[in-house]
Nanobody, 124 residues
């Protein structure tokens, strides 16, 4: 599994960004996927996740502003972020975990064994 994020940048408060994560190993459809972020001096936190069946999970405070989606045919995971706030400033990481065929993804905040290099989001 090889994950590469893109789409980060600098925006003003209230703006939007669309982050993309591509799995170059073409295994996306088998993977449980998530987005995480880490602000300077802060711990890594879960932002959103999406199971193989499309079930989505969100950090409670981000519901309504962030939307996670996946396109297995294009090996792509997406995080649409709207109405961005300065508190959203962080490095954003795409993550994947593999589970046995037919098994549920489990707790969306833990268990990820594959990570991208991150993409920086700065909101001013």
């Amino acid at each position: 599994v090889q994950l590469v994020e893109s789409g980060g940048g600098s925006v003003q408060a209230g703006g939007s960004l669309n982050l993309t994560c591509v799995d170059s190993s073409n295994l996306l459809k088998r993977l449980c996927m998530g987005w995480f972020r880490q602000a300077p001096g802060q711990e890594l936190e879960g932002v959103a996740a999406i199971d193989r069946d499309g079930t989505a999970w969100y950090k409670e405070s981000l519901k309504g502003r962030f939307t996670v989606s996946r396109d297995n045919a294009r090996q792509t995971l997406t995080l649409q972020m709207n109405d961005l706030k300065p508190d959203d400033t962080a490095m954003y990481y795409c993550a994947a975990k593999r589970v046995d065929f037919g098994s549920p993804c489990g707790n969306w905040k833990i268990g990820y064994g594959y990570w991208g290099q991150g993409t920086q989001v700065t909101v001013s």
